[in-house]
């Protein structure tokens, strides 16, 4: 059964450094998701992505996060500039009103 | 905006008895709505969806849930729980091109 992969499981990294974080989306579908969970809190949107350019994206999504598909399978988010309040579990999702999630990436900043 | 609300954070339930998680969506239109399950250090895996047509949904691992549009409910529930369902439990609303989560229920099975 196809599925969502995350790499890494896990990261950590000092506070003002950059940090990519991939996703190899479900091959047929179209939209690509990225959500955070922090320690507690509900689960958030942060971004989707449809035909190489972003669809819908929240408030907390600001300049210093970026996506990118670089190629035909990876689906990317970056942090430009970690801040300690991006430590969280990133989940990316594909699919379209369902979404099919991968195992997370917990970020932790410090 | 769409919102989900899920009243209970922690549920304890004896193995083999019933198991109902509340959920109520405030959605203006006619809501997609979705139950994932989240073991311990795992993702989000689905366990049902409704879109549209019977009000009751089966799911994975003997789940079902009934949406209820005059509660705006859409209740999970499972008639004889196992050790393993132990895990924190999502509801969500589709709407806007994203989902909106609940804060979650976790629950406990006690043998």
């Known amino acids: 059964e196809p599925e969502v992969t995350q790499t890494p499981s896990h990261q950590v990294t000092q506070m003002g450094q950059e940090v990519i974080l991939r996703c190899v989306p479900i091959s047929n579908h179209l939209y690509f998701y990225w959500y955070r969970q922090i320690l507690g809190q509900k689960v958030e949107f942060l971004v989707s992505f449809y035909n190489n350019e972003i669809s819908e994206k929240s408030e907390i999504f600001d300049d210093q996060f970026s996506v990118e598909r670089p190629d035909g399978s990876n689906f990317t988010l970056k942090i430009r500039s970690t801040k300690l309040e991006d430590s969280a579990m990133y989940f990316c999702a594909s699919g379209g009103e369902t979404q099919y999630f991968g195992p997370g990436t917990r970020l932790l900043v410090l | 905006a769409q919102s989900v609300t899920q009243p209970d954070i922690h549920i304890t339930v004896s193995e083999g008895a019933s198991l109902e998680l509340r959920c109520n969506y405030s959605y203006g239109a006619t809501p997609y709505l979705f139950w994932y399950v989240q073991s311990p250090g795992q993702g989000l895996q689905l366990l049902l969806k409704y879109f549209s047509g019977d009000t009751l949904v089966q799911g994975i691992k003997g789940f079902e849930a009934e949406f209820k549009r005059s509660q705006s409910s859409f209740n999970l529930r499972k008639p004889s729980v196992h050790w393993s369902d132990a895990a924190e439990y999502f509801c969500?609303?589709?709407?806007?091109?994203?989902?909106?989560f609940g804060a979650g229920t976790i629950l406990r099975v006690k043998s």
């Open positions: 969500a609303v589709y709407g806007l091109g994203k989902l909106v």
